[in-house]
């Protein structure tokens, strides 16, 4: 079984294995050319988000820099907003539903390392030295923010409409329509119509 279908299934796997780091290598480049371009370049943004995911709605957006692992095990709804600094370490599946907005320095990070030592540490010979590690997917539902340095652990789910309070560590799921936040992050209460808005047009 090739390291990336062990990666993808939750497994143990060799994270230094040549097709994984060939993968890495190609999707590094993609995010220093988007990294580096001008902002009225949006259609050569555009062209690198296309080829960089596994799938994407429409009106994607990621303010420069952001930083995702393998992109195509990353998927992604419509009207999806990241802002500077976004990590997405996606060796896991990453699904990100419609109207999801994610604050600066948000981290979505499915990988997973042994707890003891002796089964986490580096091994193998000088200059071909490797790791074992695995992955647990993340789920973001629709219409979920994400504010400030969030970061947001492996095997985790967001139900939708959920808002996640700045500097949160989420280890946990959390459910539909609710404020959470704290380290690790909780529930604080449900939002209801007290917490709407009056708009501009309304």
Known sequence: MREYDKMIRGELYNAADKELFAMRKRVRELMYEYNHSREDETEKRRKIIDELFG??????????PFRFDYGKNTFIGDDV??????TVLDCAPVRLGNQVFMGPNVTLATPVHPLLACDRNMRGEEGAKYDYEYAKPITIGDNVWLASNVTVCGGVTIGEGSVIGAGSVVTRDIPAGVIAAGVPCRVIRKLTEKDKMRMPNE
């Open 55 to 64: 799938a994407h709605g429409k009106d994607v957006y990621f303010e420069p």
């Open 81 to 86: 907003y990241g802002n500077f600094n976004l």
